[in-house]
């Protein structure tokens, strides 16, 4: 019943931009904190932004704010990531992941979501940012 489905990836030159989705299949009457993960070759995975759906509050990690941007669609239960000014080092594979939440500062706020504490992940989608 719970899927989170990932899509938007690919490949794009330094300087471009992509945005990632994520088709949330969770049950509904509930909040959840939902996050964007990265994983690069050989790096832990890493929380990139947070969002809160019990009242759209988000949070941004790693000085990524200002370059991405996270969202959501309710009427479409769809979290977006929306990335500009891509850079090399943004190459990942980036993941899609949600948790029941009640308390929205456990979800945007203190410090970077560890990915253990979320139950519900998607596949991933690769992004490759090249020179």
């Known amino acids: 019943q719970v899927q989170l489905v990932e899509s938007g990836g690919g490949s794009v030159q330094a300087g471009g931009s992509l945005r990632l989705s994520c088709a949330a299949s969770?049950?509904?009457?509930?909040?959840?904190?939902m996050a964007w993960f990265r994983q690069a070759p050989g790096k832990e995975r890493e929380g990139v932004a947070a969002?809160?759906?019990?009242?759209?509050?988000?949070a941004y990690f790693d000085s990524l704010k200002g370059r991405f941007t996270i969202s959501q669609d309710n009427a479409n239960n769809t979290l977006y990531l929306q990335m500009n000014s891509l850079k090399p080092e943004d190459t990942a594979m980036y993941y899609c992941?949600?948790?029941?939440?009640?308390?929205?500062?456990?979800?945007?706020?203190?410090?970077?979501?560890?990915?253990?504490?979320?139950?519900?992940w998607g596949q991933g989608t690769q992004v490759t940012v090249s020179s």
């Open positions: 992941a949600a948790r029941p939440q009640t308390n929205y500062w456990a979800c945007t706020l203190g410090p970077r979501p560890a990915a253990p504490s979320f139950g519900y």
């Open positions: 969770l049950p509904t009457y509930r909040s959840y904190c």
């Open positions: 969002l809160y759906t019990g009242t759209g509050g988000t």
